[in-house]
């Protein structure tokens, strides 16, 4: 890597465009606070255990560890092959588990899984054929995205997927 001074910097692009970290905050407000907006909504992160720490501590100062759950991904699982029969087979004991089941489950994926090339699309819609009554919601915790976009903006986009439009004539009723 290569120091450029700011006077000597190129713009607009004043940095070498390569791998980009964009790191998770701890701050007052993140993922996990966004995805607790959708009520009865259930949280999995599937990630290693190091990303964890920032998301659980999130969920127990919030008071609602009973919404958050995870997988944590091992370092075999991104070469032995089985981080999808990870994803799968721990999002599926996870919702067993849980009583009532949540209405919407918001599946995390990792930068791991993105390293590993994992078509994530794939898991969630085997997810939903396993569990019918639940919406899954395909989000990311990839600080590496940032060529793309923060976490936190993917995540929030991803939200509106289980929204679904009403016929012409339901109405919402608000008590």
Known sequence: MMNVMLCNADFPLPFHEGLKFD???????????????IPQAHQIYVCSQ????????TAAEMDAMDRLSWVALREQDMWNGEIEDRV???VSHIIEKLSPRPPCVLVYFSCMHKFAGCRTGILTDELSRRFPDIDFVE???????RKTAP?????????????RKLDAGNTLAIA
Do not use: Q, Y
């Open 139 to 145: 989000c990311f915790m990839c600080p590496t995205m």
């Open 23 to 37: 790191p998770p905050d701890r701050g007052t407000w993140n993922i996990v606070h966004t995805g607790m907006l």
């Open 88 to 90: 799968l087979e721990g």
């Open 50 to 57: 190091g990303c964890l720490r920032g998301v659980v501590l």
């Open 151 to 163: 976490p936190d903006m993917l995540m929030k986009r991803s939200l509106f997927a289980p929204v």
